[in-house]
Structure formats: C-alpha cells, structure tokens
C-alpha cells in the first residue's frame, strides 16, 4: 500500500445520502486516481487529477464528485445521484519506479454498501 | 474479504511449480505495461512493469514477456509459493504522458500446498 491511505476501510450508506471517502498520500506524487472494482471486471477510472485544482471525468463520473485542494489529498464523494454504488472503491497515486517510467500505487480501499 | 475473484478465469497449480499468467491487451500503441496482485480485500500491489521496447524483463521470481506482434503479456513466477495466492492483472498505459491505464478483468492463482 506504500504511503497512500484511505479510509475508513468500511462504509454503510443509507440510501439517499451522500459519503465521502478520503484518499490521502505522502509520495510526492502529483496525479491521483479513483477508481470502482466490481466482482468480475476489471477497475474503471471514475475521476483523475495530473495536479492541484485540476481534475478530470473518467469512464464513470455520473454520481461522483472530487476536489484537489492540496496535492495530498483527493477525496471522493459518492453522491445519491449514482444509481449503484455497492463496490470496492480505490485511490491510487502516480510516481516514479525503477528508470524514468512512473507507474500507479492503489492504496487498500474503502468497502461502500448501500443498506 | 472481497469477492474480486468472482467470474475470473482460475489457474491453479501446486506449490514448487511455475505458473505463467497470459493477458491480451487491446491498444496497439500501448507503450507501458505492469502486473499487479491483488489479494483478497486489498488493494492491487505493484509487481512489475516492461516498456514496449523490451521483450523481457525479470524481477525476483517474476519474469514478464512482452508480445507486441500479438499483443500479449505474460507474467511468470517461479516455484509458486502459497502466499502467491491472489488475483493477477495486468494494465496498459494508454494515455501517455497522462498515465491512463486500461486494467484486464484478472486472473485468480490458487496454490495447492
């Protein structure tokens, strides 16, 4: 999980509720991601930021929000507009590995189940 | 813990023996690719990455070979260990200086003590 945390591990949502989970990292790293596994599939990019103040739709943004006030920080809001939110939600990072290709670092999600 | 390893296709092998992981990536002009392992109800771990102008690379215990004519991607771990155990995926690097990645669906490894 390196030096990217996200929490709680587990959240329950009403239906018709907004929740907020927090994605937060002390790698340096400018870019961070969000993105939604479901049982079977592989990730989908929900929303993703190259650098403070900026962020941009992924494949699935409908019933997501995300801000980027600081360069640590990257919470998700999932919203009561999104019709099906049960799912294993990770953030991930982007830096530098061996050589000059950076590559993306998953912290270890946030389980959300609407009751 | 997490049912990521619903619906996947399934390699199981028994402990001591190699195992050899395919994916198929989609985009030609995919310059970038890494495995990742993702144990159950955590999140996916780097393992190892190879850039399109290579064929091979290896890492401790782990080889990926790269085929850019059939754009395939294979991942190797020697004498398979039980803490093998987990779900396997690859991803490309489509999005360039972006960093966009494309995940495959994965592959779960079961090892047989």
């Known amino acids: 999980d390196g030096g990217i945390t996200q929490s709680p591990k587990y959240l329950f949502r009403k239906e018709g509720q907004n929740v907020t989970l927090s994605c937060e990292q002390n790698l340096n790293h400018d870019a961070m991601y969000w993105y939604r596994q479901d049982p079977g599939q592989g990730l989908r990019l929900i929303y993703y930021s190259q650098i403070v103040n900026d962020f941009q739709k992924g494949d699935i943004a409908e019933g997501y929000s995300v801000s980027r006030e600081k360069k640590e920080s990257f919470p998700l809001t999932v919203t009561s507009a999104q019709k099906n939110p049960t799912a294993f939600y990770l953030c991930?990072?982007?830096?530098?590995?061996?050589?000059?290709?950076?590559?993306?670092?998953f912290g270890p999600g946030t389980r959300l189940t609407v009751l | 813990g997490e049912n990521v390893g619903l619906h996947l296709p399934t390699l199981s092998v028994q402990e001591g023996d190699n195992s050899i992981i395919n994916c198929a990536y989609s985009n030609s002009a995919s310059d970038y690719f890494i495995w990742y392992k993702q144990e159950s109800g955590k999140g996916p771990q780097f393992i190892i990455d190879i850039r399109s102008n290579m064929d091979k690379r290896q890492g401790q215990r782990v080889t990926v070979l790269l085929n850019k004519t059939v754009k395939h991607l294979s991942l190797q771990i020697a004498a398979t260990q039980p803490g093998d155990s987990a779900v396997y995926f690859c991803?490309?690097?489509?999005?360039?200086?972006?960093?966009?990645?494309?995940f495959g669906k994965g592959t779960k490894l079961s090892v047989k003590p």
């Open positions: 991930a990072s982007r830096g530098l590995t061996s050589g000059s290709t950076d590559t993306q670092y």
């Open positions: 991803a490309e690097n489509y999005g360039g200086s972006q960093g966009n990645l494309i």
